[in-house]
């Protein structure tokens, strides 16, 4: 079954030339941003002062994605200010964070064929910046800021229409594709390089408490409008189609579709896309699987 | 089939000491709310300007409520002094509109295991703060003041995604959990102590005008993604699953789920939930039904 | 199977006396606008100030429009005078884009039974804004000013939660009702006389980049929450069922339901509605062919 | 010398039917700002909505004024809806707030050639509204609500550029023209019918503490840049020059003028003008007394 | 006497080298000032989003103008998009309007030694933009828009501290320098090539209605604080000291000095300055004449 | 002659108990400031959001005062955010900057009777913001970074109508009493522990550029209104007097006074005031010298 806007680019995937670690990556994708930043600034003015002072201005990728996040959430009662400098202390100070969301931006960068630039997701994608908020919202849940945790959720899906627990667990490389409706839980876990579409609920079992979300697996992909509901295992690589409802584990490498779901993939190879290219995973294949069960 | 989020809660759920009537019970759950957010300014100095501003400063309920929607609502051609004035005036001479906002943040505080407070419901509801707002939208409707009360519709449904006619009539102790997305007609009904998720549609039939949309019994239960059409009759206690297409009634105390929905419970014991500890419908009885539907 | 919310008017739809082109079509219905707005303001004194600076200060529908989509649209990085500008700029100097405004007010006056006047629409339907938005982010794509086409896009995805791609050729006289959660993808076409419900989904099918969208012919009812995916063709008239799923072709004037989908419906009479009295299609005749499918 | 825009208004000044209490004037005042709103909102639809949201929307002069201060004062750390509801409070509960705002209006109709309507001195006059301010800000100083009337105070001498202590205190029938720059300090005491131009301090004596402000006697008319210090006593229907600076008493009904201020009138008539036409006192006639002093 | 802030530029003022018309000359000094602008967006990156949206973005000097006093002046109840519109339609239509621009830009450029660019001066210096909104406020004055007209002047007046009333009639090539709590009155009259410092007030005399405000000559220099009032004729390039009181005509190429004013300067060379170098009129040679008046 | 408000503090002045150095001053003072705004928070509910907003959720002086001037002088083209970190970046990186402010908020304190705590100087003082803001201006024209001081200058005379050139020199313990319209320019000097009236100017003498503003000395009170024009120097523990008009150098501890202004005090005790109680200047003493020339 065909799922949507997941395939490869079109052209080569842009590759950092360093070989070193995360800063040197960072360091890598800021100045690609901050290049293509001024491209368009220069070849459209109408957008220029919105491209300087969301990027352009700013030292570094935590600055600018904190002042973009700081100015999208903030309200009358919540200020920039403040947003920005809590956006700010809290990523630029956690190299975690700030891999992360380099790698998110790699995530939509390689993943999405609409996605033309890192800087287009930075300023554009409400999946990346939903998650991005959400994982500074994370790290304040688990320093028990609780009521700061949710006040930001609460911001998040009011502006975004994406309503994260902050407790949820989420890994590195998701592409939270349109986003607008989905739907993650206090108690689920998300692994890495996960692709999830919009009106996508990992939801409750309605067990009191405890744990009670979905564990979705690294390189799962997640199709529009499918519903996963208690705590059952989305395995490595499965694939779920979409207006899916899962209710029961998916095996590694399965693919499951229809209300409620039925596995209809068999066993794939079982390689994890990284998002280089040449190696990412590909999240076409399982569309022969479903063809018998549609017009 | 499980539905999400709505266990009982992990913990003994608050009760007032107040044997009096509804005020007594607005004035209890309001030093709740009061005393949660004293708490949690001390304990987190950067969000405590927000609890004062929409909580701690405010005399009464209605005034707290008015206030928060007033802001979150407002925009540059609504001006936040207009709306707050207005669900001031609306909220604060209506003891039925307090009753019903009381009986929603007790819905929220019990049915919802993430929902750790009145405070939380209150502040970053967005489900909760949209039943608000409709409410005094409907009655707007009610007093023949159209216009206006399409333009609260309309701001509900720009800012939290939850586009409810004010010509609905929703009951008391409802709990819109996590909320984006729901649509609701104009002649829809919705009883007591109703759950309806995200993303679930009480939508018309293609008759033109007339009585055309769901009613909603008391205690029902519609989980994530359903789509109930048409005027149809959803008994009692009933339980729609997440993802479901309802065009047909559902009998009373059954659960109907699938797209095209079928009936797959028996009848349930029919004692209607009232959000008191050890009366609280279970709105996770019928997940054994739907076991065999699924993976 | 009903689809829901697109009934006839109950009233005789109101038609203009004007036989000539597009501009007294316009104006004719643009006097209509303001003479609503001025019996709104008269009736209602607490909206009379958002009525005149909407609608009654303006001498002409380019003008109100892009005030208000200007307001609504607008952030602290992203000015109203700036998109103002950008919308009346291109909208009032572009005659298909007027046509197309005002092909779209006639289509939810007379397709949605909840649409009582024009201005209700202009105002309040963020549907008809969103896809007026697009329209000029569209002309921006067309015209290789894709940054500035795609700042627009997300801001109508944030304030909507209607995420159209700039790409995407949509026809005139759509209705998008409820519209929250609509997606559709950069190579989609949608033809004229569409309906789309809320959380409707136009995605691509996985192949990296090129023609991967949907392609929508004249007259089409989608239903809320329906999921198209990949470059297939629904024929002219062909009716797609709330909830459905459709992966391959469906014939025109056929009825696709069910997730997967299947067709259900025969070919019906090739009668394009063009929303004018007498002429219009029935949205609600695929109703009977899909009652054997439901509880 | 002549002092500046004061004279008789050209016309013959409106006069109230109304021979009952302040609440008749009140309302007869309230009934022609709004005829005049009206008649203005007609004539210039660019201002109607501004019109509409200030005025005309408005029950009572209260909730005008109230709005109308609560949106020019607020900033993002004190927000509209705040100093609305205190303005609101305070001046709709105190019929000496409402009496005097009635005779400032009177006030600035009469005496001010430039005012020409009740509504645009309501509207327009920063010294008028600067005046209303300070009274809701100087009725919470005599409360012992210090740090909120000092808040007061600073908004108003941001916004309006006019600094009046909130211990001072200030009589009936004040016009306070242009007023940028006028400063006015805490034991200071004006009468009633006294007009002060822009650009007046009625400052301390460098005494600490204590009572070392003016006291200014009714009927008294200060010129532009006009300087008086310390403790001293302008008597009743005195005429101070612009520019001049005063350091001690000034007799009843005499003119001072020069820096340092000499005494250059005699006394005058003993009649107190009370802003009804023929009774008015002549705020020109002590212009020969100085002829001798200038080029 | 000293007066301040006006001497001759330090370097040799810019040239136009158009000899063409208006047009040309506004053509130049556009240009000149986008350039000075994109010199300072690259040397500072922190503006650089300022300066676009300000300047550089827009296609002409009207543009740039409207835009910057339409967020400058904008209020929550009068939007900028509303005053955007206003401006722009009135300034780009009317070429006096455009070449008075153009002539106070010269001769802030040319007579203040502390105004180093023309982009400083139309972005930052108030009495600049003072002028320009009066400008526009004076042409709705003319066509009998005096509501509208009279809000202007309130928002100038609150924005800026600056109070000219609509009906003043002002010339071209002013300086307005620092600006702050200049007053002038509804039939004052300012000639062309006229600096005027802040704290001048060219008030009324106190006769009811009628000419009543100054006559102020061309290249005539107003000091700081002086205060001239009535029906008065200051001559051709005359000077006015600062502190001054006027209350009697002054004659041309005559010096007035003191509180109240005495005449102290002899007739001087009869020459107009034209704000082009070498024939600039020098501000300072009235210095000498009043030494001996000083400690 | 009584200058105002500049008496001895009624109650004996606040001290720190600190020894050491400015960091130990720092710390006392922002203790008590944050126990002064705790104080009011607790009495006053409706100031306590703005309290925590603007002081309490602060960790240090530095951000508590970047945090209020980036939300006082913030516009819609210039952001909070960015000023608030333009702010915060220069004055907590700068131990001057920060003990110059603690300086001039003893300044407020001792000197001021009307200043009742420091925090209502740090909330409310227009001058003290105002001359904060400058700080941070002058040190951005230092480093060359002329265009963004010059934009901040216009921000602090649009808001505070305080009017300084960035190029101003100004010492420390500085009080701008009142501070509505005061102009300092580029070349200007002023010293340690001095105080400044409302509308005072020292401007420049009509040279063209170069050397052409006011050197103030230590200790020098200005009362309001007084205009010192050129490169004159007011020498240390002089007074000049309301209303006065300076062209020439005053003398040590000498009082000028009228317009033009006259030496009127002989010599005084040569004692420079500290601020701490016992040392401080009287400002008053030069009372009696004026006594003569006054009516």
């Not at 809590?86 to 964070?97: A, G």
């Not at 890994?171 to 839980?185: C, E």
Request: with cysteine; net charge neutral.
């Amino acid at each position: 079954m065909p799922v949507q806007d997941l395939p490869m680019p079109p052209s080569p995937a842009p590759t950092s030339p360093a070989i070193g670690g995360d800063n040197d990556d960072e360091a890598w994708v800021w100045a690609q941003i901050r290049a293509e930043a001024r491209r368009d600034a220069d070849s459209e003015p109408a957008l220029a002062s919105y491209l300087y002072s969301t990027i352009i201005s700013h030292s570094s990728l935590s600055r600018s994605l904190s002042f973009h996040l700081g100015n999208k959430l903030c309200s009358s009662t919540l200020l920039s200010t403040l947003l920005y400098d809590l956006f700010l202390n809290t990523h630029s100070s956690d190299p975690s964070l700030r891999s992360a969301t380099v790698a998110d931006l790699r995530a939509s960068r390689i993943r999405d064929p609409a996605c033309t630039s890192f800087s287009h997701c930075l300023l554009n994608y409400k999946g990346f910046l939903a998650i991005q908020a959400h994982r500074v919202a994370h790290k304040l849940w688990a320093q028990n800021r609780k009521p700061l945790a949710l006040a930001l959720q609460s911001r998040i899906a009011d502006v975004f229409s994406v309503d994260i627990h902050p407790g949820a667990r989420i890994g590195k490389g998701i592409l939270l594709d349109h986003a607008t409706g989905v739907v993650i839980g206090e108690t689920a876990v998300v692994g890495n390089n996960v692709s999830i579409l919009h009106h996508v609920t990992l939801g409750g079992t309605g067990k009191a408490g405890g744990d009670r979300h979905p564990k979705i697996g690294d390189g799962v992909l997640i199709g529009a409008g499918a519903t996963i509901l208690g705590n059952v295992r989305i395995g490595e690589g499965a694939k779920i189609g979409a207006g899916s409802l899962v209710l029961n584990d998916v095996p590694p490498w399965t693919t499951a579709v229809g209300n409620p779901a039925r596995l209809v993939g068999g066993k794939e190879q079982p390689k994890i896309h990284e998002d280089v290219p040449g190696e990412s995973m590909d999240h076409t294949s399982f569309i022969s699987h479903w063809s018998d069960y549609v017009i």
